[in-house]
Structure formats: structure tokens, C-alpha cells
């Protein structure tokens, strides 16, 4: 009874690490833009945090592939590969553009 539960929130993995990095990255971005928050966000912190959440996610694919019955294993497949692609289009600002506008730290 408890094995297909666990194969479905396990399937539900990828957009999981998404959530968290989503909130994560944009935590960094208001600490970086709060005067006097003594944290300083790089574009190269925000990279290095995309790459890991990237490996982090071919990893929850892998290991879905592998362990998860055929349409759980496709649709886990399937939302982690969104899951990658909206991590790089969450970063993607960050990355170009910088932490903070200019004129926003006081």
C-alpha cells in the first residue's frame, strides 16, 4: 500500500528541487538588495547554485528512470526535464543582468 505513494511523491521530486531553488535563489537576491544585510550575491553564487541544482536533477532522473515503474518513471522524467528547464529560465536574469539594479543597495 505505502510502495506506489512513495514511487508517486518520488516522481514529484524534480519540481520539489525547483521550489526550493526558486526560493533560495530569490532569498539570495533580497539579501544582496537589503542596505546594511552584510551579504554580497555574485553572479557566479548564483551559477554555482544553478549548476548543483542542475546535477541535483539529472541525478532525481536517473534515479527515477531506474527505479520507477515505466509511466511513473515517464512522467517523473518528464517533470524534472521542466523542472531543469525552469531552474535555467529562473537564473537566466540573474545571471545576465546581476543581483541588484543599480541604485537599489543604499
Known amino acids: 500500500m505505502r510502495q506506489?505513494?512513495?514511487?508517486f511523491l518520488f516522481?514529484?521530486?524534480g519540481p520539489a528541487i525547483?521550489?526550493?531553488?526558486?526560493?533560495?535563489?530569490?532569498?539570495?537576491?533580497?539579501?544582496?538588495?537589503?542596505?546594511h544585510a552584510g551579504f554580497a550575491a555574485s553572479s557566479a553564487a548564483a551559477g554555482t547554485v544553478t549548476a548543483?541544482?542542475?546535477?541535483?536533477?539529472?541525478?532525481?532522473?536517473?534515479?527515477?528512470f531506474c527505479r520507477l515503474p515505466d509511466f511513473l518513471a515517464r512522467t517523473g522524467l518528464m517533470l524534472t526535464g521542466?523542472?531543469?528547464?525552469?531552474?535555467?529560465?529562473?537564473?537566466?536574469?540573474l545571471l545576465l543582468v546581476g543581483?541588484?539594479?543599480a541604485g537599489t543597495v543604499a
Not at 548543483?52 to 527515477?64: K, M, S
Not at 521542466?82 to 536574469?93: D, G, K, R
Open 4 to 7: 506506489p505513494l512513495i514511487a
Open 11 to 13: 516522481s514529484l521530486a
Open 18 to 35: 525547483w521550489f526550493g531553488f526558486l526560493n533560495l535563489l530569490y532569498g539570495i537576491q533580497t539579501l544582496a538588495c537589503t542596505p
Open 52 to 64: 548543483l541544482v542542475l546535477i541535483a536533477l539529472v541525478g532525481v532522473a536517473w534515479r527515477q
Open 82 to 93: 521542466f523542472s531543469a528547464i525552469a531552474s535555467l529560465w529562473t537564473a537566466m536574469p
Open 99 to 101: 543581483a541588484c539594479p
